[in-house]
């Protein structure tokens, strides 16, 4: 989304907290023909610290007088069996996932309701509107966020405030390779990466900078709730539909993931 942002004349701030992930992107957005109509920089933040959400925030309206767009964005997975997972595995994915989005918007709503505008923008996924089966806490952090988005758009419009919700099927983006964190105990049931998780399933991920293309058309339009690939909106609408068939693939997929992680043992 950066890219497409900066070739509109948006000044970019990238933000991750790890410095040479956040540099490396920049540098490599900044190098793609159109991108020169604004800025793209880094910086490193660790969304699970309000005080330093706040203070890039700040930073960021200081130097161009004025907030216009919030994307909360980070998130992170630990799949596996839910009973072989603890509460540290639980914290840390509602820590960034919905905490760092909780951090993101009370940093920034404050001042894009005084200003009078502004957009939010909250990334969620297809696990936050349908189950989405041995990623227990993922889909629980992105059904809250789903459920934040909507609650808080009723009540920011009446400010001119604008609030979305991404809400992503499977797209081609460094998260479906990242390991568990190394900081916690591993699951004694091997764990897949989410690329692996999508190729049992049969899915092919969306090109990134496609997604990013039709999001940012949602966010234009002033979209309630964005959701793509097509197969992702399939999901959606059959969950509002027939919920119970849902469950039912439900449970095929957990039996057809579990065996695949049986042969790997």
């Given at each position: 989304?950066?890219?497409?942002?900066?070739?509109?004349?948006?000044?970019?701030?990238?933000?991750?907290?790890?410095?040479?992930?956040?540099?490396?992107?920049?540098?490599?957005?900044?190098?793609?023909?159109?991108?020169?109509?604004?800025?793209?920089?880094a910086a490193t933040l660790d969304v699970r610290d309000p005080v330093a959400v706040r203070a890039l925030v700040d930073e960021v309206a200081a130097r161009h007088g004025r907030l216009d767009y919030m994307f909360n964005n980070a998130g992170i997975v630990i799949g596996g069996r839910t009973?072989?997972?603890?509460?540290?595995?639980?914290?840390?994915?509602?820590?960034?996932?919905?905490?760092?989005?909780?951090?993101?918007?009370?940093?920034?709503?404050?001042?894009?309701?005084?200003?009078?505008?502004?957009?939010?923008?909250?990334?969620?996924?297809?696990?936050?509107?349908?189950?989405?089966?041995?990623?227990?806490?993922?889909?629980?952090?992105?059904?809250?966020?789903?459920?934040?988005?909507?609650?808080?758009?009723?009540?920011?419009?009446?400010?001119?405030?604008?609030?979305?919700?991404?809400?992503?099927?499977?797209?081609?983006?460094?998260?479906?390779?990242?390991?568990?964190?190394?900081?916690?105990?591993?699951?004694?049931?091997?764990?897949?990466?989410?690329?692996?998780?999508?190729?049992?399933?049969?899915?092919?991920?969306?090109?990134?900078?496609?997604?990013?293309?039709?999001?940012?058309?949602?966010?234009?339009?002033?979209?309630?709730?964005?959701?793509?690939?097509?197969?992702?909106?399939?999901?959606?609408?059959?969950?509002?539909?027939?919920?119970?068939?849902?469950?039912?693939?439900?449970?095929?997929?957990?039996?057809?993931?579990?065996?695949?992680?049986?042969?790997?043992?």
């Amino acid at each position: 989304m950066g890219a497409v942002l900066a070739a509109r004349g948006a000044h970019v701030v990238l933000a991750d907290w790890n410095p040479e992930r956040a540099e490396r992107a920049a540098a490599d957005l900044n190098a793609r023909p159109g991108a020169a109509h604004g800025t793209i920089r880094a910086a490193t933040l660790d969304v699970r610290d309000p005080v330093a959400v706040r203070a890039l925030v700040d930073e960021v309206a200081a130097r161009h007088g004025r907030l216009d767009y919030m994307f909360n964005n980070a998130g992170i997975v630990i799949g596996g069996r839910t009973d072989e997972m603890d509460v540290d595995h639980w914290n840390r994915v509602l820590d960034v996932n919905l905490k760092g989005v909780v951090n993101g918007i009370a940093a920034a709503y404050p001042r894009m309701v005084a200003q009078g505008h502004g957009h939010i923008v909250n990334t969620a996924s297809t696990a936050g509107l349908a189950p989405a089966v041995l990623v227990a806490a993922y889909s629980a952090s992105k059904h809250a966020v789903v459920g934040l988005s909507g609650a808080l758009r009723a009540e920011a419009a009446l400010y001119g405030v604008r609030v979305s919700v991404v809400c992503p099927g499977s797209v081609d983006t460094p998260i479906l390779d990242d390991p568990s964190p190394a900081d916690l105990r591993p699951l004694p049931t091997p764990v897949l990466t989410g690329r692996e998780y999508m190729a049992v399933l049969g899915l092919k991920p969306m090109p990134a900078a496609q997604f990013a293309r039709t999001a940012l058309q949602g966010v234009a339009r002033n979209r309630g709730v964005i959701v793509a690939p097509a197969s992702a909106k399939a999901v959606w609408y059959l969950q509002r539909l027939a919920p119970g068939l849902v469950e039912r693939v439900g449970r095929r997929t957990a039996r057809r993931v579990m065996r695949e992680l049986a042969a790997r043992s």
